[in-house]
């Protein structure tokens, strides 16, 4: 990238977190409005139906399009604001650094099968920790609702759909997901603290939290960890991306594949496996990140040698 594609100014990361916090809720707000806005103008239905009409299947195409611009709005805007106040050329600031080398595609190739199975134990384990049945009750609630919308945007009968859905639901949030949690959040986090394992642990956490979801809560900040890792081993935006695409699309191709059967669905959607896996992807997944760090490694002393 050339020199003129620079950032305005250095902000201190504590008025960059400002910033960046600011920047969050002004747009959650444009996405939900324009967004939303355009699916009751399609829909023709007032916004007080339009949560209704979005979990009808027949409109299954309008809530993509509509879930997509939401995501791209409210992720992508604080992540370029925070970019263009950190000094440096805008498009490093924001993570696109070059993969460094073949060997590193391939230890996330690894890591995407080895954090699926510490995901699924991870959802188990949470299922038999004890809560109060008010507790239980308002979780069992919330993870209807997230099968409902996924049951209403996942409707798929071709291999075109099946596309699309792999572009829209997994590929466009694992794009600006990343450039949002890592790439801004992280990166922020770390600037400010220069803790880089408490920035990755504080952003999983938040990661987490920002899917609403109590039973998948465990499993998605590991999944956040792991991908925080990854970014602050690697410098680089694009292999998180990779993981946190493959982590998508295989639950969208997952649910394809089983899309005539309502009970098997379910059981994709449940992400449930055995916690003993749980122990053999943790050792796994640490065996694969020393490696995946190595190359980064090995890779610096090769520039300071040139």
């Known amino acids: 990238m050339n020199n003129d594609n620079r950032s ?31 699916a009751a103008f399609i829909l023709h239905v007032p916004f007080s139906d339009l949560p209704k009409a979005m979990l009808d299947p027949t409109n299954a195409g309008i809530s993509l399009i509509t879930n997509a611009f939401a995501t791209i709005i409210s992720f992508l805007i604080p992540s370029i604001a925070v970019a263009y106040f950190t000094n440096g050329e805008v498009s490093r600031n924001m993570g696109f650094h070059k993969i460094k080398n073949s060997k590193q595609v391939f230890y996330i190739i690894i ?31 919330l993870e209807e609702t997230y099968k409902q919308a996924m049951g209403a945007i996942t409707q798929m009968k071709s291999i075109g759909d099946l596309f699309v859905n792999l572009t829209l639901v997994a590929l466009v949030p694992a794009v600006v997901e990343e450039l949002y949690f890592r790439g801004a959040l992280q990166k922020t986090l770390k600037d400010w603290s220069g803790n880089g394992w408490l920035a990755v642990i504080i952003t999983a956490i938040i990661f987490s939290a920002f ?22 081993y690697t410098k680089t935006i694009w292999l998180p991306i990779l993981l946190h695409f493959i982590n998508n699309g295989v639950a969208i191709t997952s649910i394809y594949l089983v899309r005539n059967d309502v009970k098997k669905m379910n059981q994709v959607m ?6 003993y896996m749980g122990a053999i992807a943790i050792i796994a997944v640490a065996f694969i990140l020393y490696e995946l760090k190595k190359t980064t490694y ?4 090769e520039n300071d040698i040139h």
């Open 298 to 301: 090995h890779e610096r002393l």
């Open 270 to 275: 449940d992400e449930g496996m055995p916690i």
């Open 211 to 232: 899917h609403f979801s109590f039973f998948g809560f465990l499993s998605r900040m590991a999944l956040g960890i792991l991908l925080g890792l990854i970014f602050d």
């Open 111 to 141: 890591l995407s099968v080895a954090g699926l199975y510490l995901s699924g134990a991870l959802a188990s384990l949470t299922q038999i920790i004890p809560i109060s049945p008010h507790l239980k009750k308002w979780a069992l609630e």
């Open 8 to 38: 305005l100014f250095e902000m201190n990361p504590a008025m960059r977190f400002v910033v960046f916090f600011v920047m969050t809720g002004i747009s959650l707000l444009l996405g939900f409005f324009i967004s939303f806005s355009f």
